[in-house]
């Protein structure tokens, strides 16, 4: 099996996870496996060149969401740190580029990089909360993964961010919006202010704008607070995540 994205966002061609959708119960389930890993892995950046804007967003704050869980998730380990570094800041600096001109062929190169290298961390150290609330948002409201992601990054890595203070503040002070002598509480909320500024210059819609219906919403929210925690990412979150928790965060996201 040879993998050849033609997006800069999943890093599926390095992991051994897919997803698998059920129809019927409306549930993204987590598929692992040494026999999803492909045998080579094709990584040519000339394949998204002609990726929409909206796409390039979608994956690339995909491949974001992957490397800074990879980065503070319960499972980290040098080598999976390593890499979700450099894949956060690849995409810090090059993420914008590629949105504003989809033609800039070193942001294409870039983001090609950091996907591969976000997919290979998480491979090793697993996604946390924001991947196990985006799934039921998928399935229900056939949201893009990508976007779902987006859409709850603020409010889950705002929640996160105490239980892994140090880990926020290093990732602030590499993508250098925080500096050394600034404190690891300034570095991260720092960190989690210009993360919030890029979901924001990328355009990324709220649930609202983007068409979902409040009520409904709310109708299925215990089902999706349910298999959210059903699909284990949350509990790889440094902080402990309850039910509440997880209700709570679907419900500020209507507040914004």
């Known amino acids: 099996m040879a993998a050849i994205p033609t997006t800069a966002g999943t890093g599926s061609e390095a992991t051994q996870f897919t997803i698998i959708t059920d129809t019927t119960n409306n549930v993204k389930m987590l598929l692992k496996g040494r026999v999803l890993m492909p045998s080579c892995a094709i990584i ?35 080598l999976s740190d390593t890499f979700a570094l450099s894949a956060v800041k ?19 190169i870039q983001m090609s990089v950091a996907a591969l290298e976000a997919g290979i961390a998480f491979n090793n150290a697993s996604v946390t909360i924001i991947h196990g609330m985006s799934r039921p948002i998928g399935a229900l409201f ?16 705002g929640f996160a961010c105490d239980g892994a203070l140090d880990r926020f503040a290093i990732l602030g002070r590499e993508v250098g919006v ?3 002598e600034d404190s690891d509480s300034i570095a991260a909320q720092k960190f989690l202010d210009a993360l919030n500024a890029l979901v924001e210059e990328l355009e990324t819609p709220t649930l609202e704008a983007y068409g979902i219906d409040h009520d409904e919403f709310f109708t299925v929210m215990e089902k999706m607070a349910d ?9 790889n979150t440094i902080k402990p995540v309850t039910k509440e928790d997880i209700l709570n965060l679907y419900a500020s996201l209507w507040n914004e």
């Open 44 to 78: 040519d950046p000339q394949f998204t060149m002609t990726a929409p804007a909206k796409i390039t967003m979608a994956t690339g704050l995909d491949a974001l969401c992957h490397a800074v869980e990879a980065y503070t998730s319960r499972k980290v380990q040098t």
């Open 90 to 108: 690849r995409i810090f600096r090059f993420l914008p580029a590629a949105f504003h001109d989809g033609k800039n062929e070193e942001a294409r």
């Open 142 to 157: 056939h949201v893009a993964h990508g976007l779902s992601n987006a859409m709850l990054m603020k409010a889950c890595l």
């Open 178 to 180: 925080a500096s050394g």
């Open 227 to 235: 298999d959210a925690l059903e699909s284990g990412s949350p509990q």
